[in-house]
């Protein structure tokens, strides 16, 4: 805020607006900046809190459903069939990539068996690295944000009271008139960092223990479907 | 991944719901309507200024004329009239003789303003108090009646007679008969009895002393403080004293390290310049000299004895002098 106008709203003290949008108005270009900064990251941080919310919540839902139809009895090779023209997430994308090495595998007559076992290992981990990675795409910009987030409100609190602190020195009043506006306005800022941060860290730290837990469970499914497939091998061998 | 991301959507509604509540239930800030601080006035003092109140206190309900503060009764009434003996009043018992009442006519002016009431000796004490006078009219009838109408000087001059001699003078034609008989006892003086003359009392402390004990001032002066002296006037005392005393100042010639040599002296005033009491060195020196220097000083200071163009108004300032005498100066000066 410039001291001209610290001054003006120090002798208009009762006229001053005092509201939110006040606040936001009368501040110094920096601190706005911050402001709409601020307000910037929490719109963006909760887009993607909803959507990660909704996107571990259905990855959740079909590693259940497709477990239940993987142990169901079903023949291998009909799941596939059933699964193979679509696209899939999560469980059924490892399934999948590991059944169309085999496929390949055995299309040719049988000849490259011998380490048919590592190479389905291999396309194993390769796709549950691709599926961990798309759960935790943007995860990062919580943990950016929750911990930025504090600082850069501070930033803009410091750059209001400095400059309320100029008005105090080019208007020589130290009333709390001249000074409450610019401080009330800077604190402002610092509140909607911390407004920003709180959930994003939060969240953060929910989404990455929900990260891991599903890591888990696809190596725990990938390793059991391995399994499976190499006693095929040694059987057919 | 569904192309749909509704996280996006939600969020900025999200937001947009709650800034619009905040705008509206923050809305204007509510004035803090919390009653105003009583004002609690303060006033600092000096120990200087609070010793010079004589201001009026507001739970006082005496309205007498206003007093400064006195703490202690001084045991003697001073004569209004300012005769050297009357300074004695406030003199240090001390046997050593000062070398300036040598020439100070001794054994007669002490004895009678004084110790009028204890001395056997005088006649004269009946007559002598001014106020008294109406009262003990009766007593001295023998002596012309007048003394009232001569007024208070012809009295108390028998001890004094040597330095009036014009209210002697005034009061001439009746009481000199007066005179005459309180003259003759006092007049042989013995001088086997000098140290029953001499002043026993105990030292009188520089306290504020006065006719009464005043601790609280009652309704006050115009000013509310007793007169007080300037930066300046302060200077301009300290500069006309030891003015006074420098030119019977002898350093010791060639002493070393002369310039070393401050010598303190403090002294008590009588309000006609006199001194009452001994002078005192109040610092002290390593210095070989020192103590040739500071007798000299004492020397400068009786002296110098009795300092002239002192005012009077400012007496308090100068009753009790404390000065710093400084070799360079006075050689250098």
């Known amino acids: ?237 | 991944m569904p192309p749909v991301r509704p996280g996006m959507v939600v969020s900025v509604a999200a937001h947009t719901v709650v800034l619009t509540w905040g705008l509206i239930s923050f809305g204007n800030a509510v004035p803090n309507n919390a009653p105003p601080m009583p004002a609690l006035p303060v006033e600092l003092l000096t120990t200087e200024e609070f010793n010079q109140i004589t201001k009026g206190e507001l739970k006082s309900k005496d309205v007498s004329k206003p007093k400064q503060k006195v703490e202690k009764v001084e045991p003697v009434k001073r004569d209004p009239k300012p005769d050297a003996p009357v300074a004695k009043q406030d003199v240090k018992p001390n046997n050593t003789e000062p070398p300036k009442q040598a020439d100070a006519p001794k054994p007669e002016p002490k004895p009678a303003p004084e110790t009028a009431k204890a001395e056997p000796a005088p006649p004269a004490p009946k007559p002598e108090p001014p106020k008294q006078a109406e009262a003990k009219a009766p007593e001295p009838t023998p002596q012309p009646e007048k003394p009232k109408t001569a007024e208070k000087p012809p009295v108390p001059t028998p001890p004094k007679r040597p330095e009036p001699p014009k209210k002697v003078a005034k009061a001439e034609p009746k009481p000199k008969a007066a005179e005459e008989k309180p003259k003759k006892p006092e007049r042989e003086f013995n001088p086997d009895a000098i140290s029953a003359l001499l002043d026993k009392r105990a030292p009188s402390r520089t306290e504020r002393s006065g006719d009464e004990i005043s601790q609280t001032a009652s309704l006050g002066t115009a000013t509310g403080e007793a007169s007080r002296l300037s930066v300046n006037e302060l200077q301009a005392l300290v500069s006309a004293i030891s003015n006074q005393i420098r030119p019977n100042w002898n350093i010791p010639i060639g002493a070393q390290g002369a310039s070393d040599l401050l010598v303190v002296v403090r002294f008590q005033l009588n309000q006609d310049g006199t001194l009452s009491g001994n002078p005192q060195v109040v610092n002290n020196s390593a210095n070989p000299f020192f103590s040739a220097a500071a007798d000299s000083a004492l020397r400068a200071v009786y002296l110098s004895a009795p300092f002239q163009d002192l005012p009077a108004a400012s007496y308090e300032q100068w009753r009790d002098v404390q000065i710093t005498l400084n070799p360079s100066q006075m050689l250098g000066g």
């Open chain 1, 1 to 237: 805020m410039e001291p001209a106008a610290v001054a003006q709203t120090a002798i208009g003290a009762a006229n001053a607006d005092m509201s939110l949008w006040g606040l936001f108005l009368q501040a110094h270009f920096i601190v706005k900046f911050v402001m709409i900064g601020l307000v910037i990251a929490s719109v963006w941080c909760w887009a993607i809190i909803v959507d990660k919310t909704m996107l571990y919540a259905r990855t959740r839902r079909q590693m259940d459903r497709f477990e239940k139809v993987f142990w169901s009895g079903q023949s291998l090779e009909e799941l596939y069939r059933s699964l193979a023209n679509r696209p899939n997430t999560s469980m059924a994308a490892v399934f999948v990539a590991a059944m169309r090495e085999w496929k390949r595998s055995f299309e040719g007559g049988g000849r490259a068996i011998g380490t048919l076992n590592q190479r389905i290992d291999k396309v194993l981990d390769v796709t549950i690295q691709r599926e961990l990675e798309r759960l935790e795409t943007r995860l990062l910009v919580l943990a950016t944000v929750g911990s930025a987030g504090p600082f850069i409100g501070l930033f803009g609190t410091v750059w209001g009271i400095m400059s309320s602190f100029q008005s105090i020195a080019a208007s020589k009043n130290t009333s709390l008139a001249v000074v409450a506006p610019g401080i009330a306005e800077a604190l402002f800022a610092t509140a909607l960092g911390l407004l920003a941060a709180i959930p994003a860290v939060i969240f953060y730290n929910k989404f990455a223990s929900e990260v891991a837990k599903q890591g888990a469970r696809l190596e725990g499914f990938a390793d059991e479907f391995s399994a499976i497939l190499s006693r095929q091998i040694d059987e057919r061998a």
